[in-house]
């Protein structure tokens, strides 16, 4: 029974070592891993630079997987990865009908470090929604992943732009939601496990959550709207 409890420990301090070691934004953003972000266009060609940062204490060679979901019929996509200092952006991909096709070519990225993976989403062909997940790979490790949704319409100008800011993170006693200029949103955070642990209505565009009684750990704000697709971010929670 004590070896059981000793190797689920283990086991369990491994884990917590491990998470966040590879962490990826999108301009200000901070670490957003594991979320998903929404885009939509008319027919525009979408492009999102990723920052990966190399945290875990060694350096990696790293690859990008990339993974598409409900795929829509006439788009293309193509992505170019490098190290972060690479002034011609690293080597760029062409479009490969494959799924999941990953980048032949490894970069290394020393600790802390990193690099950058320029996507590059054409919806020029019919209208629909496709999930492009673009996963961190050392070797067939997955360490880190991002999904980036794209939705095509002709009437794009109907669907309610909404994207947020959320800090400090980590937060300490509180977290700030700003809604940039959508009135009335509901805002909900939810544990690891999949516990709401708050959920409230956003009075203007702001929202101020005390996390004075929150546990330290890993919290998913979900912001929702009418109108407009759900966005949610990764925060920590440290006293």
């Known amino acids: 029974m004590k070896r059981t409890l000793l190797t689920i420990l283990t086991i369990a301090g491994f884990v917590g070592l491990s998470f966040g070691q590879i962490e990826m934004s999108?301009?200000?953003?901070?670490?957003?891993?594991?979320?998903q972000i929404d885009y939509?266009?008319?027919?525009?060609?979408?492009?999102?630079?990723?920052?990966v940062d190399n945290n875990t204490g060694s350096s990696l060679d790293l690859t990008i997987q990339r993974t598409r979901t409900?795929?829509?019929?006439?788009?293309?996509?193509?992505?170019?990865?490098?190290?972060s200092t690479d002034p011609f952006g690293g080597v760029c991909y062409p479009a490969s009908a494959l799924n999941p096709w990953t980048t032949a070519t490894p970069v290394t990225v020393p600790d802390h470090e990193a690099g950058t993976i320029a996507?590059?989403?054409?919806?020029?062909?019919?209208?629909?929604?496709?999930?492009?997940r673009y996963s961190v790979m050392d070797g067939t490790t997955e360490l880190a992943y991002l999904d980036i949704s794209v939705c095509k319409s002709l009437s794009v100008e109907e669907i309610t732009p909404l994207?947020?800011?959320?800090?400090?993170?980590?937060?300490?006693?509180?977290?700030?939601?700003?809604?940039?200029?959508?009135d009335g949103a509901t805002v909900k955070m939810m544990d690891v496990?999949?516990?709401?642990?708050?959920?409230?209505?956003?009075?203007?565009?702001?929202k101020t959550i005390n996390t004075e009684s929150f546990r330290n750990g890993i919290y998913f704000v979900i912001v929702e709207a009418d109108g407009a697709k759900s966005i949610n971010r990764k925060i920590i929670v440290r006293h």
């Open 40 to 51: 939509t266009s008319a027919g525009a060609e979408v492009v999102v630079d990723v920052h």
């Open 119 to 132: 996507v590059h989403i054409k919806p020029d062909g019919e209208n629909g929604c496709t999930v492009y």
């Open 70 to 83: 409900n795929e829509t019929t006439g788009w293309t996509d193509y992505l170019c990865w490098g190290h």
């Open 26 to 35: 999108v301009g200000a953003s901070g670490d957003i891993s594991g979320t």
């Open 163 to 182: 994207s947020i800011t959320v800090a400090p993170n980590p937060a300490n006693s509180y977290v700030k939601v700003n809604t940039n200029g959508v």
């Open 193 to 206: 496990l999949g516990n709401v642990v708050l959920k409230e209505t956003v009075m203007g565009t702001s």
